[in-house]
């Protein structure tokens, strides 16, 4: 069965960069979540999607945004990267009043 | 947000060994999940579980909602079982979540 697909598994960027990750979510799933774990800690809740609309948001910075595309993609943006958004990155997907499943997730180092 | 705790938060168990583990919430919840984190990082969903009790092989799980816990039963542990096990709960379509885990250690 397909799950959800992340891409790049790794990612090393210099301070104040640019990053985008991208998440292909289950087909037919209706909710696009992304969450942020750093090191030690667990996962934290960024921003989620539902139908491409943005439906809640976390604990994102503002240097962070995010977008759901016509084709259900989505794509998370982080610009001015610091050394502490060092961290995985995972996207979910879900149908409503289902369970969530998690892609690989996106690790992030910030040099 | 709704609190979720874990206990216990680290766990170390002979290979063979049974164990559960537990999650407390602090609201009402619609939905709940069992994670398993494998030392690569992966996420794995174990139960979608926000009430009643599910079996899968050698893994369990419980939840009571009226009283706001859930229990994970691990018997006849591996070494493959090692990793952080958490819980995470949400409402309605919103966000899940997480509590902090138990980190289990299954040694041969």
């Known amino acids: 069965a397909a799950g959800v697909i992340q891409s790049p598994r790794h990612l090393i960027k210099e301070k104040r960069e640019t990053a985008t990750l991208k998440c292909y979510p289950i087909p037919r799933h209706d909710t696009v979540y992304w969450y942020q774990q750093g090191p030690g800690q667990d996962p934290q809740f960024l921003i989620s999607f539902y139908e491409k609309m943005q439906s809640d948001k976390g604990s994102i910075p503002d240097r962070f945004s995010a977008q759901q595309f016509s084709d259900y993609h989505s794509e998370l943006n982080m610009s001015s990267l610091e050394l502490g958004d060092s961290a995985l990155y995972f996207c979910?997907?879900?149908?409503?009043?289902?369970?969530?499943?998690f892609g690989s997730g996106t690790r992030l180092t910030v040099v | 947000g709704i609190q979720v705790e874990q206990s216990p938060p680290d766990l170390i168990l002979q290979e063979g060994a049974n164990s559960t583990l537990r999650c407390n919430f602090s609201?009402?919840?619609?939905?709940l999940q069992w994670f398993h984190q494998n030392p690569w990082g992966q996420l794995i969903n174990l139960f979608y579980i926000p009430s009643g009790t599910k079996q899968n092989g050698r893994l369990s799980a419980t939840t009571v909602a009226t009283e706001r816990y859930s229990l994970l039963y691990i018997s006849s542990s591996q070494t493959t079982d090692s990793g952080v096990y958490f819980c995470?709960?949400?409402?309605?379509?919103?966000?899940?979540?997480f509590g902090t885990g138990t980190r289990l250690t299954v040694i041969p």
């Open positions: 609201d009402s919840v619609n939905n």
């Open positions: 995470a709960v949400g409402t309605g379509a919103n966000n899940l979540f």
């Open positions: 979910a997907s879900s149908l409503t009043n289902y369970g969530y499943t």
